[in-house]
């Protein structure tokens, strides 16, 4: 259960972060999530940026490492 956008841009991310390095993973952000998802609507525009606000966490703490 929860929200389908979310879930749909969750899974995006996943396929998208294969096989690339962490310098390419920090140009994925919410609205090229959005793009490849065909452009979400703004009352669900949300979904792509928590997924990529989780992104940027994860790569923020790649970076402290």
Request: aromatic share 2%.
């Amino acid at each position: 259960q929860g929200c389908t956008t979310a879930i749909a841009c969750a899974s995006l991310l996943t396929v998208e972060l294969q096989n690339k390095t962490v310098a390419e993973a920090a140009h994925i952000n919410a609205e090229y999530l959005s793009k490849q998802l065909g452009g979400l609507p703004p009352a669900t525009q949300h979904a792509a940026q928590l997924a990529a606000d989780a992104l940027a966490q994860l790569l923020a703490k790649l970076k402290a490492r």
